[in-house]
């Protein structure tokens, strides 16, 4: 059974820290790039980040650069979202997806998805 998994999502104040985690089970992990996307109330959902099957390559929206750091641990097929100097604008339900189509952006291009997990932002 193919699944996603995130967790690590909860309340915190602007300016604090919260670290997502994305479990991969049911596929063949080191095949397909990552990325996290995430949708705010009312808003579309857009992409984050980005990371490259082998871990090499990253590719960060400007919104989040400098502030967010995405990993992936090959032995427990896991991806990691670190997100530091919270600020309410990054509130939204955040979900990680898996695609072979090079980090694409278009979001019909990934096969598998999370249920997401939400992030709130405020004081």
């Known amino acids: 059974q193919v699944q996603l998994v995130e967790s690590g999502g909860g309340l915190v104040q602007p300016g604090g820290s919260l670290e997502l985690s994305c479990a991969a089970s049911g596929f063949a992990f080191d095949k397909y790039d990552i990325t996290w996307f995430r949708q705010a109330p009312g808003k579309e959902r857009g992409g984050v980040v980005c990371i490259s099957r082998d871990g090499g390559t990253t590719s960060y929206a400007a919104f989040v650069k400098g502030r967010f750091t995405i990993s992936r641990d090959k032995s427990s097929n896991t991806v990691y979202l670190r997100m530091n100097r919270l600020k309410p604008e990054d509130t939204a339900i955040y979900y990680c997806?898996?695609?072979?189509?090079?980090?694409?952006?278009?979001?019909?291009?990934?096969?598998?998805w999370g249920q997401g997990t939400q992030v709130t932002v405020s004081s």
């Open positions: 997806a898996a695609t072979q189509n090079y980090c694409t952006g278009d979001q019909r291009q990934y096969d598998y």
